[in-house]
């Protein structure tokens, strides 16, 4: 996070996460304020905290809503208020099952292919 808007594939990085698990910040928006980012920013937070409409363009719902913290009622409904740690964990979780059998397919082909590299060496100048 302190890499925030000094790094470009650092920014690009967390805009891209923000988007995808519609998240802001590691536990939530006030994670920005701790960054150089903040200081040099008229924002509380990136753009990318708040909902969008249009993925390509990061397009917010209604970005005055969005940044107008003070009415905390409608926060949730223009604004990503949960942090990318609960959502990924919440991914993982949702998925569970298909990584772990990604994960033996792997391990499955990875041993396929030991094996038949041990039968190759094996068989390496037996030309009787």
């Not at 107008?68 to 223009?78: H, I, L, P, R, T």
């Given at each position: 996070m302190e890499d925030y808007g000094n790094v470009k594939y650092v920014t690009d990085a967390w805009n891209e996460a923000q988007l995808i698990?519609?998240?802001c910040g590691v536990?939530?928006?006030?994670?920005?304020?701790?960054?150089?980012?903040?200081?040099?920013?008229?924002?509380?937070?990136?753009?990318?905290?708040c909902k969008i409409v249009n993925y390509k363009s990061a397009t917010p719902v209604d970005p005055e809503k969005c940044y107008?913290?003070?009415?905390?009622?409608?926060?949730?409904?223009?604004m990503n208020t949960r942090g990318c740690i609960n959502q990924f964990q919440s991914w993982v979780h949702d998925n569970v099952y298909i990584l772990g059998g990604v994960s033996i397919?792997?391990?499955c082909l990875q041993?396929?292919?030991?094996?038949?590299?041990?039968?190759?060496?094996r068989n390496i100048g037996d030309d009787d």
């Open positions: 698990f519609e998240c536990y939530g928006y006030e994670d920005y304020q701790e960054t150089s980012w903040f200081e040099s920013s008229p924002l509380a937070y990136p753009v990318t905290c107008e913290m003070e009415n905390v009622d409608w926060a949730g409904k223009y397919g792997v391990a041993l396929f292919g030991m094996i038949f590299a041990i039968c190759l060496c």
